[in-house]
């Protein structure tokens, strides 16, 4: 019964973002429907989504995972970024400024300013020291990562929201990496299986910058 509960679901994006989730040629749409086992209708006008389970894959989470992902290209991911939720263990968490903020269209458009920081710099040190990828769209903020990533980032972006000093926040998730980063050495060392893998994970957020790039879309006033 419950598998036949969770054959279908509706969900609604931005009309801005249905053309990037359909993709040239239906090319993103297709890429989501062979990952996830799915059939994905998208309606370019209203920006309804229905999403349902292949007939020729009985796997019920393939439509969570489908879910997932465009919920995260709906809130402002390029398609690339969004993949990573393909990989087990990626998750994806929005969190409505509204809630904090209200329905002030100049202090949301100031904290969207903070998180987001000059050119883009906030945010770059938000995903180099979470491992997350961060998007700001609307009146939201999206985060994908891991569990323990994204409860460090959705933190700075709290302590940004009510009005803490980059700095304090910069030093907050200097701490706060040296943590993920010893949870995965410790990893590393129990399942030895993992080091190579755990090796690259962690050479990549010490030594490259991340951020906005490959068309990330930021938007200061959309939905």
């Known amino acids: 019964m419950a598998e036949a509960a969770m054959s279908r679901i509706y969900m609604k994006i931005p009309v801005d973002r249905t053309g990037v989730l359909i993709g040239e040629s239906g090319g993103t749409k297709g ?76 202090q949301l458009l100031r904290v969207k300013g903070r998180i987001i920081g000059e050119n883009g710099k906030t945010r770059r040190i938000i995903e180099k020291l979470t491992g997350t990828a961060v998007s700001v769209y609307g009146h939201t903020v999206s985060i994908i990562g891991e569990y323990d990533e994204i409860l460090v980032a959705k933190e700075a972006i709290a302590m940004l929201v009510k009005g803490a000093m980059h700095g304090a926040v910069y030093k907050y998730l200097n701490s706060a990496h040296l943590e993920l980063k010893k949870k995965r050495l410790s990893l590393w060392e129990k399942r030895p299986e993992l080091k190579e893998e755990l090796k690259e994970e962690v050479a990549d957020v010490d030594g490259t910058e991340g951020g906005a790039k490959g068309g990330e879309y930021e938007e200061q006033e959309g939905g």
């Open 31 to 106: 890429e989501i429907e062979k990952g996830t086992g799915t059939k994905i209708t998208v309606d370019g006008k209203s920006g309804e989504v229905v999403i349902e389970t292949g007939t020729s894959k009985g796997d019920p989470s393939g439509i969570l995972k489908a879910r997932d992902i465009i919920t995260a290209i709906g809130r402002g991911f390029s398609p690339q970024r969004a993949f990573r939720l393909f990989t087990d263990g990626q998750m994806v968490e929005v969190v409505d400024l509204k809630e904090a903020l209200g329905d002030s269209r100049n």
